[in-house]
Each structure stands twice: as C-alpha cells, then as structure tokens.
C-alpha cells in the first residue's frame, strides 16, 4: 500500500510534470502575534519650547523701520525750517513784527561743524517774535478829527451871520458864518455852516421830543431825545446837506440842552463825515473840559451870559489848546456887555468881539478883532 501510494504519487508528479500550468501563489497569511505578549509603552520625546527670538527679532525690525522713517520725516522737515521756499515776508517772517527791516539770516552760517540740531532739539529761535502785538481799532470818526497844525481860523475876524441869508461873497483874512438856509460857502475866505441840535423848524419828524429847554421853548424849536432815532436822523440830514453844499466847518447851537457825552456824539458823527466843528457856549455845557478837548472842535463862539475871555482861557488850557481861536458875539441889548468883554479879550492872543447892530445876528460890527 505504501509503494502503491508512493507510484501514485509519482505518478501524480509526473503528470503535473508532463503537463505544467499556471499556479497562483497563495499570499502568505499574517502571522499571528500570541495574545500573552505585552507590547512595551514607548515614552514620547519630550516636547521642546518654542523659541522667542523671531519674535523679537520682528520687534527690532519693526522699531528700526520706524526710526528710519521718523529720521527721513524729520531731516525733510529741517530742510524746510532752514531753506523756506517764500518769494517774501510772511506772517511768521520777524520783519513782520518789527518797525525797522531786518535782514534774513542763514541759519547754517551759526553753526561751527556745519551742522545744527533738529528743530525740536532747539527752542525757541532767537529771532522768534516772542509777543505778538495787539492791534487797537478805534472809530475811524476819530482819525478823520485830528486838527492840523497851525490852525487856519487863528488871528481872523469873525462875521457871526446866521440871522440873514444875504452874507455877501466873504473876504480872504475873514470867517463868514452862514445861516441854516445857506446853499453854498461864500466866494472868499473861510465859511462855517450853522447847524442846529434842534429841530430848527420844529417838524415833528425827529421825535421824540424833550421839554427841559428854555431856549426852545423861546424860538419855537423841538429839543430832540438824544435816545431817540430822530437824533441822529437829524444831524446825519445837516451833515449830508452841508457835505454836498462844500462847507468844511459847522456849528452845532444849542449844546447846553444836553449832556457832554451826547455833544460829543454828534461831533464824532460829523467827523465822519469830514465836518470840523466850531463849539457854541462850551461853558454851559457840563462836561466843558471834555468836550473843547475833543480833536475835533477848531474854535468857539460864546454868546452874551455864556463866559468871559478870562474863564476861556482857562477853559482851552485845560482842554490842551492854549491858542483855540474863541470869538465872543452879541447884538441887540448885548453892546455894552461887548464892549466889557473887548476891553478883558485885548489880553489874550486869539480872541475876537464882534457887536451885530442889525437884530439878531444880521450884521457883524468888529469891537476887538483877534490879535
């Protein structure tokens, strides 16, 4: 039996000899770990901290970076502190604050090495306007009443005419003061516009109206609020007509119904309409100082009762014009008052007496001419 199955399966081999074909080989089967065998744990490495310098190294990057701009900002800057591309002087140029020119330095020529610090390293420069002037604006009615030098109306007669409209064509050495109704100054010499702080007419288009005054009252006149419109309504009519007529001088009558600080008003209103005043009774008015001070008023006319030559005299002193011309007038009743007033008048430089025998200011008779 055993050779038996020895043949057969020589047999076998050789048939599988004789005739070969193709045997897919089997894949192998994993080999199976025994289930008894523990496998060992196997400790990790242990983990590494992470580096700070890249960090830091940014950090530095970036404050390099930013250095170097701040150092290109600020030498662009010096560069234009030093060399200002400016055709001329402007608001922060020194010249601009200084009444006498100064000359532009370079700064480069203080500096020794040929270098200076940056602006901010400093101060304050040397040339630097270090206070700013302040400009004080006062009313331009004042400017245009700065009297000139060597008054025009000193040592000349007066002819005190506002009671007539026919004042004649004047005389060169004379002042002719002309009526309320005058159109025109006369041909010749110096001519003073009368003008009125009343309602010469008494219209009732200037109101409202006060009723303190004598003097109105008398010729019939409205004594106008100084706190009401009509006030400066009033004067702004006198100055416009009397601006356009030609006159250079006026009179404001009836001051003394009024405060000095209103008289003064209408003086600073005329002057800005380039109209000098000639003061009426300044000592009646309270406040004589202030307003025979005023630049503005460039004579004074004083009636009867109204003061002496000795009280204007002091009264032009101590308004700071010794040599005011001051011219004293009367008619009617008035000529003996005239004649005491010429005789106190000879003592003193620039003041006249003239006597009107032709009713109220009509005509004008000299009694001391001005010396």
């Known amino acids: 039996m055993a050779s038996l199955a020895v043949a057969v399966s020589?047999?076998?081999t050789a048939a599988r000899v004789q005739y070969p074909h193709r045997v897919t080989p089997r894949p192998t089967p994993p080999v199976a770990r025994p289930l008894h065998r523990?496998?060992?744990?196997?400790?990790?490495?242990?983990?590494?901290?992470?580096?700070?310098?890249?960090?830091?190294?940014?950090v530095l990057k970036l404050f390099a970076s930013i250095l170097a701009g701040a150092a290109l900002t600020l030498a662009l800057w010096d560069n234009v502190?030093?060399?200002?591309?400016?055709?001329?002087?402007?608001?922060?140029d020194p010249a601009f604050y200084s009444a006498a020119p100064q000359s532009k330095i370079d700064r480069q020529e203080r500096s020794t090495a040929g270098w200076e610090p940056p602006w901010y390293e400093r101060g304050i420069p040397e040339n630097y306007p270090r206070r700013v002037r302040t400009v004080m604006f006062a009313p331009p009615t004042r400017h245009a009443a700065v009297p000139l030098p060597g008054n025009p109306l000193a040592g000349k007669p007066l002819r005190y005419l506002i009671?007539?409209?026919?004042?004649?064509a004047g005389h060169d050495s004379e002042v002719t003061v002309l009526s309320y109704n005058a159109a025109a100054p006369v041909k010749r010499g110096i001519s003073i516009?009368?003008?009125?702080?009343?309602?010469?007419?008494?219209?009732?288009?200037?109101?409202?109206?006060?009723?303190?005054s004598d003097t109105a009252k008398q010729y019939n006149e409205g004594q106008i609020d100084p706190r009401g419109p009509g006030w400066?309504?009033?004067?702004?009519?006198?100055?416009?007509?009397?601006?356009?007529?030609?006159f250079e001088y006026i009179e404001l009558d009836n001051p003394d119904a009024y405060s000095a600080k209103d008289v003064i008003s209408a003086i600073d209103l005329a002057a800005s309409y380039g109209l000098k005043i000639i003061a009426k009774n300044p000592l009646l008015v309270k406040g004589a100082v202030a307003y025979m001070a005023h630049p503005n008023v460039h004579g004074a006319i004083v009636?009867?009762?109204a003061g002496n030559p000795k009280e204007m005299d002091a009264l032009r002193k101590k308004a700071g014009k010794p040599a005011l011309p001051v011219w004293f007038v009367a008619f009617g009743s008035g000529r003996s008052w005239a004649g005491s007033i010429a005789d106190a008048a000879k003592q003193y430089r620039h003041m006249g007496v003239t006597y009107s025998s032709a009713g109220e200011y009509g005509n004008a008779i000299d009694i001391v001419p001005p010396a």
């Open 232 to 246: 400066e309504k009033n004067l702004r009519e006198q100055f416009e007509r009397r601006k356009k007529q030609g």
């Open 303 to 305: 009636e009867k009762g």
């Open 38 to 58: 523990v496998v060992p744990l196997q400790r990790s490495a242990p983990r590494q901290q992470p580096s700070i310098f890249p960090t830091v190294l940014f």
């Open 10 to 12: 020589a047999g076998r």
């Open 163 to 168: 009671g007539t409209d026919a004042a004649g």
């Open 81 to 92: 502190w030093k060399r200002p591309h400016r055709s001329g002087p402007g608001i922060y």
């Open 193 to 212: 516009a009368y003008g009125n702080l009343f309602d010469e007419r008494n219209t009732g288009q200037y109101g409202p109206y006060l009723h303190t």
